[in-house]
């Protein structure tokens, strides 16, 4: 049900824009996050929204750079990553949870059911 694209080579410095296509229904009842895996590691949190996409949290290392938003209507949702760094480099992973209006933010991995099969995001030095 989530399609993961918008990865690739980018110098250090640069911009990507990753995209989650979501297949079936009721979008809008939906949390969101970004996690990543890098080479040899655990699957960490990047980013994440609620359902209403009111509230937001970000992994410290990427506060100010990336930035997740959804557009409704194409039923996507997009992780807007500025400034790349090396270290930024690694799998990228997006992950739905269908939720009620009151809950918070979710950071864990294990709080989403559903995930995107990974994009590659490689930044160069």
């Known amino acids: 049900q989530l399609q993961a694209s918008g990865g690739g080579l980018v110098q250090a410095g640069g911009s990507l824009r990753l995209s989650c296509t979501f297949s079936g229904s009721s979008f809008t009842r939906y949390a969101w996050g970004w996690f990543r895996q890098a080479p040899g590691k655990e699957r960490v949190f990047v980013a994440a929204a609620t359902r209403s996409g009111g509230s937001t949290e970000y992994l410290d290392s990427v506060k100010g750079r990336f930035t997740i938003c959804r557009d409704n209507g194409k039923k996507t949702v997009y992780l807007q990553m500025n400034s790349l760094k090396p270290e930024d480099t690694a799998t990228y992973y997006c992950?739905?949870?269908?939720?009620?209006?009151?809950?918070?933010?979710?950071?864990?991995?294990?709080?989403?059911?559903?995930w995107g099969q990974g994009t590659l995001v490689t930044v160069s030095s």
């Open positions: 992950a739905a949870a269908q939720t009620i209006l009151t809950v918070p933010v979710r950071t864990r991995p294990d709080d989403y059911p559903y």
